[in-house]
């Protein structure tokens, strides 16, 4: 069983279109994030939510909105697609307090937009 | 969070350890530090953590100098598997922290 799941893997969309990424662990954590990793493959934290809460917002533009309908999900749309949002989104979970306090990532989604 | 330095690429044969630096000298004291490797394409993967002590797990070691000013990762008997970005990341440990990734090093195991 996967422990975080994204969808689509592979997202092709012309510049302007309106698209979604979901996001899906089966962990029980009670946290979720999403990262970016462009084309020079730098990571970088986009959001992080906490039982459904925001608790990260990193400067994004506010074309990218995620959502949160419970605590396994965590799904980020966006709006007016731009070449540069052309990237690998990672989605990733951990559970606060574990002794570790790891983050567990899901395969990523690669998205161009055209 | 805290800066981190690391080499951008190392090479090391099959078999043998591989050791990987990294420098953190601006650390505070309840800042940890973590390992995660990426393997082409994937997500990036949790390896090992520590605070102050040494710490060993099925995967790595961490070596943690007593100033916590650097460490090192060893990968005891490096396989091709383990060829990966490997990233050295300082954050502090209690709720949901983000994680700050630098460039990394590309570890190639060499057969």
């Known amino acids: 069983d996967t422990a975080v799941s994204q969808t689509p893997k592979y997202l092709v969309t012309q510049m302007g279109n309106d698209k979604s990424i979901k996001c899906e662990q089966n962990?029980?954590?009670?946290?979720m994030y999403w990262y970016k990793q462009d084309s020079k493959k730098f990571l970088k934290i986009m959001f992080s939510y906490n039982n459904k809460e925001l608790i990260i917002n990193e400067t994004v533009p506010n074309r990218f909105s995620p959502k949160s309908p419970d605590k396994a999900h965590l799904n980020l749309h966006i709006n007016s697609l731009e070449l540069g949002d052309s990237a690998v989104y990672f989605c990733?979970?951990?559970?606060?307090?574990?002794?570790?306090?790891?983050?567990?990532f899901g395969p990523g989604t690669r998205l161009t937009v055209l | 969070d805290a800066k981190t330095t690391q080499p951008p690429s190392m090479d090391c044969a099959e078999g043998r350890a591989a050791n990987l630096p990294c420098n953190h000298s601006t650390i505070s004291g309840n800042e940890y530090v973590y390992w995660y490797r990426q393997i082409h394409s994937q997500g990036p993967q949790y390896i090992i953590h520590?605070?102050?002590n040494n710490e060993t797990n099925e995967m790595a070691s961490l070596i943690i100098t007593e100033d916590r000013k650097s460490s090192t990762l060893i990968l005891p008997h490096a396989t091709l598997r383990d060829t990966a970005v490997y990233y050295c990341i300082v954050r502090g440990f209690q709720g949901a922290q983000k994680l700050v990734f630098g460039q990394g090093t590309r570890l190639t195991i060499n057969p």
């Open positions: 520590g605070l102050k």
């Open positions: 990733a979970s951990s559970q606060i307090g574990l002794v570790s306090n790891e983050q567990f």
């Open positions: 962990l029980g954590h009670d946290t």
